[in-house]
Each structure stands twice: as C-alpha cells, then as structure tokens.
C-alpha cells in the first residue's frame, strides 16, 4: 500500500491548488481517504475525508466551502481542490488511509509523505 501526494506550492492569499493522493496497492473504495494539515507548533488535524464507496465525505468547519474532496477510480486518486486560500492554511497536507473514520484519534493505517503548501499575505 502507497500514497503519494502532489500539489503543493506557494500561493498568494486568495488563490487556489489542487492537491492529489495516488493510491497504490489498493482500491479506492475499500479505504476511506482523509487529508491531514500540520502547521508548525501546532496539532496534526483532519482537514477532509471521503467514503469512496458511498461517496460520503467530510469537513473541518475551517475549509467548509472553500475545500472540495473527489475521487477519481480510474486514476485510484483522491484530489482536494482548495480555493481562497488563507494564511492560515499554511502547513504540510498529508494523505491517509484507513477503515475506520476520519476523525476518529487513530486514524491512518496508511500515509503519505506530505507536501507543502504555503500561503502568503
């Protein structure tokens, strides 16, 4: 099992990125994929999460219609597409999976490597 995110960048306040999760060595549908955000000296916290089987999905309140999760099988991708980003949605974005929800504390059986994202004033 792998994930490997893309994405990341430097933005200014106001634009957009789209981020990607590639799956490999499992399919989409068995696993419930969440985005994950770290800030420095701050706690790891679920960003979005989607059941591809039923095509359920999740929010933290912060990103709540700024955020959009999907998924792509074909591809065995999970993209986040992130609009009007804001400084404080600096910090490393990291992918996992896993067979239980999201916002549950031991979440992520499986992760990525992370990839920076950086918004400035």
């Known amino acids: 099992v792998q994930l490997v995110e893309s994405g990341g960048g430097l933005v200014q306040t106001g634009g957009s990125l789209r981020l990607s999760c590639a799956a490999s060595?499992?399919?989409?549908?068995?696993?419930?994929i969440g985005w994950f955000r770290q800030a420095p000296g701050k706690e790891r916290e679920v960003v979005s999460c989607?059941?591809?089987?039923?095509?359920?999905?999740y929010y933290v309140d912060s990103v709540k219609g700024r955020f959009t999760i999907s998924s792509d099988n074909a591809k065995n991708t999970v993209f986040m597409e992130m609009n009007s980003l804001k400084p404080e949605d600096t910090a490393v974005y990291s992918c996992?999976?896993?067979?239980?929800?999201?916002?549950?504390?031991?979440?992520?059986?499986?992760w990525g490597q992370g990839t920076q994202v950086t918004v400035s004033e």
């Open positions: 996992a999976a896993d067979r239980v929800p999201c916002i549950w504390p031991g979440f992520g059986a499986h």
């Open positions: 989607i059941v591809n089987k039923d095509g359920g999905s």
């Open positions: 060595g499992f399919t989409l549908d068995d696993y419930i």
